[in-house]
């Protein structure tokens, strides 16, 4: 009778105690919730005290590193603006630079830089630019492929009613000397720096840049307004099918060291030019220069 009893009491106390342990189980749930909601838990914060979560993946930042060498162009003098047009927006720049975003290119010359003993070739490619000029002695004349070229697209042009001639192409190193400084007497040293090459940089020293007009139409020679040309405009989209490149594009400063020149082509061979206009870059960027 006893036993029986007390296995009786055992078995009501069984149910008491689960009772009282999941009253203490919701007390202390209940407590966390509030604690959270009090405290404005942050669930992604403390992961990262705890070093569980990847912040960058998920937290929007101001100024992420590829940002940076997309404003390439934040160093360049404020008059680099002056002489600018309502122009299409630049296509995104690739973030190759992320690294070194304090040294953005900008296609000006390095003071104090000599003049070198040899020419630069790239890939094959004959350069002159504002980082590479020519030695003082180089002096091919015109190129013979690049005058046969041009005499092509001429031919093909005038079909089409456009009387095109090249109004300069090969200038020696001497020429060069007298060209720029009289522009820098003109205009001063830093606007004369933008249209026109230093003595050993220009490009026309190469024999492969070619200046180009329409006959009895010089008011456009060596202008922005050739750009609006029927002509210029002709140029534009179908130089490169004879092997030229338009040298010195728009929103390009900052990479080839020049204004727009919308008469300044250069023969690089039909290969070249048919990738650069298709990619819509400029010889620096195709040989991937600094
Ligand atoms: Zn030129």
């Known amino acids: 009778m006893k036993r029986s009893r007390t296995r009786r009491r055992t078995g009501k106390q069984q149910p008491k105690g689960r009772i009282a342990a999941l009253t203490v189980i919701a007390a202390a749930l209940t407590a966390i919730v509030i604690w959270i909601g009090v405290n404005d838990w942050d669930v992604t914060k403390t992961l990262e005290r705890a070093g569980l979560a990847d912040s960058s993946a998920e937290q929007p930042e101001t100024g992420t590193p590829a940002d940076m060498p997309a404003q390439p162009g934040k160093n360049e003098p404020p008059e680099a603006a002056d002489t600018a047009v309502p122009e299409e927006p630049q296509p995104q720049s690739e973030p190759e630079q992320a690294e070194e975003p304090a040294k953005p290119f900008d296609g000006g010359y390095v003071e104090g830089q000599t003049l070198p003993t040899e020419p630069t070739y790239v890939n094959g490619i004959l350069i002159a630019n504002k980082k590479h000029p020519l030695p003082e002695k180089f002096a091919p004349g015109e190129n013979k492929e690049a005058r046969d070229a041009f005499e092509e697209m001429a031919a093909e042009a005038k079909l089409s009613g456009y009387n095109l001639t090249a109004f300069s192409t090969f200038r020696s190193f001497e020429y060069q000397v007298t060209l720029y400084t009289r522009y820098a007497d003109r205009d001063g040293q830093e606007a ?10 220009s490009e026309h020293q190469t024999g492969l840049a070619f200046d180009i007009g329409e006959v009895n139409h010089e008011k456009h020679w060596a202008s922005e307004s050739f750009g609006q040309t029927e002509a210029g405009k002709w140029l534009q989209v179908n130089a490169h ?8 594009p728009k929103n390009k400063e900052n990479i080839t060291g020049y204004m727009h020149e919308a008469w300044h082509f250069r023969y690089v061979g039909k290969e070249v030019a048919d990738e650069i206009f298709k990619e819509n870059s400029t010889l620096e960027e195709y040989l991937g220069l600094e």
């Open 241 to 248: 099918r004879y092997g030229f490149i338009l040298r010195y």
């Open 192 to 201: 004369a720096d933008r249209y026109s090459a230093r003595p050993g940089y």
